[in-house]
Antibody
Framework: EVQLVESGGGLVQPGGSLRLSCAAS????????MHWVRQAPGKGLVWVSR????????SYADSVKGRFTISRDNAKNTLYLQMNSLRAEDTAVYYC??????????WGQGTLVTVSS | QSALTQPRSVSGSPGQSVTISCTGT?????????VSWYQQYPGKAPKVMIY???KRPSGVPDRFSGSKSGNTASLTISGLQAEDEADYYC??????????FGTGTKVTVL
């Protein structure tokens, strides 16, 4: 059974940093691209970032480019999102999702990030 | 990276059919057959209902179907049931390893 479990969310001040983790199990992690997708309170889903299987190719939404970094540790079956220079508008539930053929399929339950002073 | 356009809400009585549209551009929906649809209940993670425009994952009822014409994709729910009341989002590959989601549609079962 595919499982994705996010962690690392919390309250952070504007300008601060946070690192999210996503522990994967139930599939061969290093053969799948992975995504981070976020959802602000009461709002829709927004794609944030994608990473290929060996970690060599990344892509980002314009809104986070230069501030967020996606990475993975295939030995630990874990995906990461390093978030720097956080803004109030980054407040959201952050989901990790597995990709199959250019489409997210399995999703984690999400972790809430709140940026506030 | 503008969001795909979906109607804010659609509604129908049990047993009826509803269709949700998802309008993009030739750079996303119209350019690729990588359109997927997700069902999301409040406070829960999204669940894929349709992928590759019109394919259903195992376990998804055949009441759910997808299609695409030009820059607009559609999700149809036939034989609407109370448990179908949820938010629905489309998603399209947009080239250069980027993706875009729709604005979301709330389905209400009357």
């Amino acid at each position: 059974e595919v499982q994705l479990v996010e962690s690392g969310g919390g309250l952070v001040q504007p300008g601060g940093s946070l690192r999210l983790s996503c522990a994967a199990s139930g599939f061969t992690f290093n053969t799948y691209w992975m995504h981070w997708v976020r959802q602000a309170p009461g709002k829709g889903l927004v794609w944030v970032s994608r990473l290929n299987g060996d970690g060599s190719s990344t892509s980002y939404a314009d809104s986070v480019k230069g501030r967020f970094t996606i990475s993975r540790d295939n030995a630990k079956n874990t995906l990461y999102l390093q978030m720097n220079s956080l803004r109030a508008e980054d407040t959201a539930v952050y989901y990790c999702a597995r990709d199959t053929k250019y489409q997210p399929d399995y999703w984690g339950q999400g972790t809430l990030v709140t940026v506030s002073s | 990276q503008s969001a795909l356009t979906q109607p804010r809400s659609v509604s129908g009585s049990p047993g009826q059919s509803v269709t949700i549209s998802c309008t993009g551009t030739s750079s996303d929906v119209g350019g690729y057959n990588y359109v997927s649809w997700y069902q999301q209940y409040p406070g829960k993670a999204p669940k894929v209902m349709i992928y590759d425009v019109n394919k259903r994952p195992s376990g998804v009822p055949d009441r759910f179907s997808g299609s695409k014409s030009g820059n607009t994709a559609s999700l149809t729910i036939s034989g609407l049931q109370a448990e179908d009341e949820a938010d629905y989002y489309c998603c399209s590959y947009a080239g250069s390893y980027t993706y875009v989601f729709g604005t979301g549609t709330k389905v209400t079962v009357l």
